[in-house]
């Protein structure tokens, strides 16, 4: 199933070109009272909610994909946990250009750990990605995002997948030079999540993904999470090894290499092999 949020927060089952309007289905979701239970209450309430959108669907009305604007299928990650490191040729870029690697020691993504992106920068596609400081390399990473689906530490490799929801684009957009990652990658809308949330049930193996990422048509990026140092089970048993995961967390799972700069007025087209794939827009940013 491909879940979406759409315009005024929609909920949307997609369908080929189109949208399933299926907003009802959001009344499974408990009112919840103060304090509220960390996490994305949708993605807690997947099943139920799911279950309700597939009867609604039957009847549901039917918009074109290309008339709505689309968010993040996400609405509230308490994190979005990011792998800086995680392809070997993205290594190898980055040794080769100071530029990227900041001056770090950089052979292997535990040298770094993970590090967090503000959940304040996340936006879907239907959103231009706004560039600040211009003067700076402002380069995309097109990422698999992993989004998690109920409370999870200490997992193991073994038992990962139990904990993931299902599967998204992310974008990990990226101001280079020396400041800290949280700093320079937690920009307002440098974390783009989309086009949908695809459950985990239509993606076999989310450690043999093709995904790639063009900017104004041309390919910039095409590699293979099959070629990720640390694969899906792997980088959630890193990542609980030291952080509760709820449901809505989101795992940028690092980007393969082609990393490079864009532009106010660039396009920006992403894709991953039975994931989905999104254009977004680049602007400048105004105050
Ligand atoms: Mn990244």
Same mark, same amino acid.
Request: proline share 7%; aromatic share 6%.
């Given at each position: 199933? $491909?879940?979406?949020?759409? &315009?005024?927060? %929609? ?50 009305? =039917? ?13 509230? *990650? ?19 250009? *100071?530029?990227?690697?900041?001056? %770090?020691?950089? &052979? ?10 503000? @959940? ?52 990990? !957009? ?31 193996d989310p450690n043999n993904l093709?995904?790639?990422? $063009? ?12 070629? !990720? ?10 990542? @609980?090894?030291?952080? @509760? ?15 490079? *700069? ?23 940013? =105004?105050?």
């Amino acid at each position: 199933m $491909k879940l979406c949020r759409f &315009d005024n927060d %929609r909920l949307g089952l997609v369908e080929g070109d189109d949208v399933l309007d299926v907003s009802a289905a959001l009344d499974a979701i408990p009112v919840q009272r103060w304090p509220l239970a960390p996490g994305d209450p949708l993605v807690l309430n997947l099943e139920s909610v799911a279950g309700r959108a597939r009867t609604l669907a039957k009847t549901a009305p =039917r918009r074109k994909l290309s008339s709505v604007t689309l968010k993040s299928p996400v609405a509230n *990650p308490t994190k979005i946990v990011n792998a800086p490191i995680n392809y070997q040729k993205h290594i190898d870029e980055a040794k080769a250009d *100071p530029k990227l690697g900041g001056g %770090r020691k950089l &052979d292997h993504i535990t040298d770094w750990g993970l590090f967090l992106k503000a @959940t304040s920068a996340l936006i879907g596609p239907g959103e231009p990605i706004r560039l600040r400081m211009p003067e700076r390399r402002n380069d995309h990473e097109v990422e698999l995002a992993v989004v998690i689906g109920r409370e999870c530490r200490e997992a193991t490799v073994e038992n990962a997948l139990d904990f993931v929801a299902g599967y998204a684009i992310g974008l990990d !957009m990226t101001i280079r030079g020396p400041e800290m990652p949280s700093w320079r990658k937690s920009v307002d809308t440098y974390a783009v999540c989309g086009p949908w949330l695809t459950t985990k049930d239509e993606v076999t193996d989310p450690n043999n993904l093709r995904l790639s990422l $063009k900017v104004n048509g041309e390919t910039r990026q095409d590699s293979t999470t099959a070629k !990720m140092v640390y694969n899906v089970h792997q980088l959630i048993a890193y990542a @609980t090894s030291m952080y @509760t995961l709820y449901p809505g967390d989101l795992i940028f799972s690092g980007t393969p290499e082609g990393v490079g *700069p864009v532009k106010p007025g660039d396009t920006i087209s992403a894709e991953i092999e039975r994931v989905g794939g999104f254009d977004i827009r680049v602007e400048a940013f =105004r105050g």
